[in-house]
């Protein structure tokens, strides 16, 4: 029999059940009662088609009672932190819940009767659940059940009305004789489609007079007829007449319309005004495609344009030939002509997007200015993108860019520079080879031109800062030069004030840069004012000193950001690669430039939530680094100090191939292994003057020892400046020869054996990163087995230093035993004992504590970041409101004239005629000034609306005190009081509040 406690109603069970929330892990208990209900059912937990008990205990019951299946990811992602570190239930070992629904069929727990009893319970729909196979399946039948119901409606939808029963939409008189689709399906009569139709040309309507619905040709669209006004330049009159000249072809997000090209003429002297086309074109919506639209009938709705800007920046390199080609596609469907000129169409984006970039700037925004490094930008990145190349054989017709200059560099001043540069340094220095630093090979160190016979730009240099906004960039005609980076290194982050620039390869860049500033103070001045950083995510495959001399996270100031900013930049950019390539140079730099625009702009508007999310992971990334830095260390910052220094100066002795005259003839410890290196070179020089003496170059060749034989002369002709060195260093040392060999033999023995020490556990270090990294892969990677490899090349490389480090260790030590490589790829380091720290145990804490020196700079830069960002803000917002205060009370003309495109041609006053300006802007009309206001008071708006959002998720993550340190108001004077700024902060805050 059962026991009588688990008589319990089935509510009860469901009710103890419930509360137990999901745990973030399954356990043993879970399997162990999966494994005993599938051992019962026969039916596995992944394919149960009835769950009972187990959707009991694992799911909740709905608002309406039904219990639906939750998988484990969102069970895990319900529960709250505080529910996910529960305690775990005594209950769960037994995997028959004590509150389980039992009666007599569950006695002794034989498998027969309890499946039973589980079907039963199922079949019961008390606790019928709905898993998402079932909702879908649920779904398909509703769709099934629905489209006769929706099949019928369509074929009554497409029944010619009766004239008897159905009368005009609009009027509700006469009876209709259309339908328009674009009016939401309306009958209408002739008198009210001509009324509506007139101002909506490019509606699609319907006739029924054959019995069907079919789109009426094109001899039936109407055309725009509406000028606002009209004042005729030869006889004052203000009265027009229309006249038929042509038809235009109207496209819009629609497809083609041909419509009747109507050109107002003067009633009293019949002159005609062409331009006037121009003026009513733009204010109905839509662009020309030429203009002057005697060359031309090609119109295009401006909503069209907008929406292949929004398709060409949301889907970066999208085809513009398959864009137009579905544009005819739905032409065609509704009756219309589907050929759409695609150079027409091209160059009138072009020309808009050129106007809507000004217009922009009219409201006051400007894209490529980031609010936040406004003023005192802390670091730059400099990094170089080779998929915006260009094919040599495409388009070479010559066109000026409208944006030349204002993202890319114009070509002519990178040339000139690179000149400059080349001149003074000729790139056959040794600093120009070098582009290897630990394993890897560095392309972007390359000093040699890659230029292919296919291509004419091979990418570019871009300059950015660490809010991931574009600011400059430099054609490439050859490969990554250091040059490209040094002309934005003097000519934008020098005029700028940038503190940082972070590049992949700045250990390469750096000293090169030093060497060619010697020749121009300017580039002395950039390489003195700005510091360089190496890139966090690059230094890891840079060689370990290189990480500590160059690193990012070792340079005081640099603040926690990883100097990548531009990789999430190129992860965007380099699809618009598939359609630059065929482009003319000109049309290539206006395309990347509006890219650049659309990012920089959608960067800047979420910039805010960015500052706040980055301070709320620096937060958070503070403690987590002191607490793994605690465990390390145990709280010693003594020990830490003695580490960090220790890190540092092996580090600088790596990076430093020979010794400086300094540190020869430094401390008495350097002197001494110099004597004994210098004296034993002596000795070698000595033995082999007898075998130069004795041989020649013809006898070396004979018995194949030309190498040794080279060697050994290079070796004797530093005879005499090696004795010269050794009597300089006994005489500073004052004693014996064979006492002062012991020493220097002693001290350099020591010497090498801790660099080779250091260097074995690096490499085992190395050697356990990439282990776990292995683990991670898949069995057939081509990554897994590149690791595999690298990890057996590493291990050679430390048997070979086991075998000099055991030769070096018996010079001073005969019976010096030679350690185990399997004990010391393990990590088992004979020279370190158990309570000293390994090499790379040291390594690890000295990186911790330089990210968390670089994590509490980061607190300060982004809430001045903050502050810069307000306060750019308002200064726009102030300028505004001047300009539309100035705009408000300037003298307007009063009279409007019709004006000839010969007069505007001839304006001498326009200082850019090739840039889209506003015409008579010192003295303008009464229309062009209430335009100005508009677009200012429209950017004003969006001002306040930045400002309002910015103020909102700063104070949201920032405390009481951090809130008050950010003083965004006007900087006070040194002598005021601490009480008169609190008092205007806080009336800035309440004026902030307003928006």
Known sequence: MANPKNRVSNEGCISKWNQRQPRKKRDDDDNDFDSTIQKLTGESSANRKVRGIVDVILNTPDDDGIVHRTSAKRRKQQAGPSQRRKAPDPHRNDPFPENLPADDALSGHPELELREFINELASSGEYEVSPWENRQKGLDTEWCQARSRIMTSVVNANAPPSEDDVHCYACDKRPPTLRCVDCNFSLLCHECDMIIHTV????????????????????????????????CIKCNCQEYTLVNNGAYIVVTIKGRFDLPRLV?????????YPQLELQNILHAGLWPGHPDLSKTSYIFEQRLLQMWYHIMTNFPGASLHGFLGALGQISDLHGRKRTINHTSFSRAYREYSFMEVEKELVKGRNNMVCPSCSTDQLMCHIDGIHKLYRYK?????????????????????????????YKAHPTKSALYKDIYCGDSKWKAARQSSSKTDTLEETGLVVAGCRHAIAQKAVNMFAGELYAYSHYLHVNFLLEHGIQYIWQDVVCKYWPWAQKVATSNPVWMDAVKQIKPALSVMHAKAHSWHCQVCWGGRYRDGAGAGSGEDMEQFFSYFSRIGNTTKHMTSARRIDTITDHVLYWNGRKIRALPEILCKRYQRMQKSIGETQAKLDEITGMDNKKLSIWKSEVIMAAKDAATCRPSTKQRHGSREQQLKRFFVVTYQLKEATMLNKFVVSGSDGISSLVGSEELFQLARKRTTKEKDLER????????????TASLLDMGRKERCKSVVSALQCDIELTVNSVHQKHLAYKGLADASKRRNKLGAQMEREKKKIGIMLDKLHQVQMVTNKSARKCCLDDVVKGNFPWRSQASASFSQKRKATDLLMFSKRLEEEAPYLIKEMKTFITYYREIQKSLEGEIDSLSKRPLQTEYKCVNDSEVDADKELEEPHRYIVLNKANPGHATNRGLIGLKQAGLAEVKSQIAWALSCFREVLSADGWRTVNFGDDEEEEESDTEEDNEQEEFVLDCEAY
């Open 200 to 231: 909506n040309p490019c509606h699609d309507r319907q006739s029924w007079q054959k019995g069907y619905f079919e789109f009426l040709p094109q001899e039936y669209l109407y055309t725009f007829t509406r000028y606002t006004r009209f004042n």
């Open 264 to 272: 107002p003429a003067c009633t009293n002297c019949n002159k005609w």
């Open 393 to 421: 054989n495409a388009s070479q017709a010559k066109g000026t860019s409208y944006h030349g200059g204002r993202f890319i560099a114009l070509d002519s001043d990178v040339t000139a520079h690179l000149d400059s540069v």
């Open 725 to 736: 060195e050794r009597d300089t260093l006994k005489k500073s040392l004052e004693g014996s």
